[in-house]
């Protein structure tokens, strides 16, 4: 298989890289390469808000309605990128739901209209689907190479 080079190009040998985990080394997806990496943490807070209700560092951001807000324990010094702020959607229960307010160095926020967050729930924070690196890559005009190679060792990593 032939990544990023025409058929006439043969060689000897091959780093497949970012390849082992399903991403070609740029936003241009190749056929047969399927993503397999899958970034998790837990709610750790639900705190109910109102609309009009501040939050956030600086209160930068407002509830448009009444709702629900989950707390996440990842931030920028876990590679979430402040770049993606309101623009990225986490995974709870099996529905996205919209990350708000400011990315802070430990935690991020994500909102529903109703009371679907429990303490403990799985967040799937990157997946192979939907959410996955290119997509991240898109929000944060990167590469699915940088968003990969930015997680930090901190976060345990389990392989099947």
């Known amino acids: 298989m032939y990544l990023t080079y025409a058929e006439e190009y043969l ?3 091959l780093r497949p890289g970012l390849a082992l985990s399903g991403y070609s080394p740029s936003l241009e997806k ?6 397999i990496m899958e970034w998790t943490s837990d709610v750790a807070q639900v ?3 109102q609309k009009g ?5 600086g209160n930068d951001w407002r509830a448009e309605q009444d ?7 990842v931030g920028y010094a876990d590679s979430i990128s402040r770049l993606l702020k ?3 959607r986490f995974g709870v229960n099996g529905k ?5 307010g400011n990315i802070t160095m430990d935690y991020v926020m994500i909102f529903s209209p109703n009371n679907d967050f429990t303490r403990g729930d799985k967040v799937i924070l990157l997946d192979a689907e939907e ?3 290119y997509y991240w890559a898109k929000l944060t005009e990167s590469l699915p190479y940088e968003i990969t190679t930015q997680l930090p060792e901190k976060i345990s990593r389990v392989f099947k």
């Open 30 to 35: 190749i056929n047969g390469l399927k993503p």
């Open 96 to 100: 996205l739901y919209a990350q708000v």
């Open 86 to 88: 309101n623009r990225i």
């Open 53 to 57: 209700d501040y939050g956030g560092y």
């Open 131 to 133: 959410n996955n690196a």
């Open 67 to 73: 709702g629900f807000i989950a707390t996440v324990p």
């Open 11 to 13: 060689f000897d040998g």
């Open 47 to 49: 705190r109910e808000v």
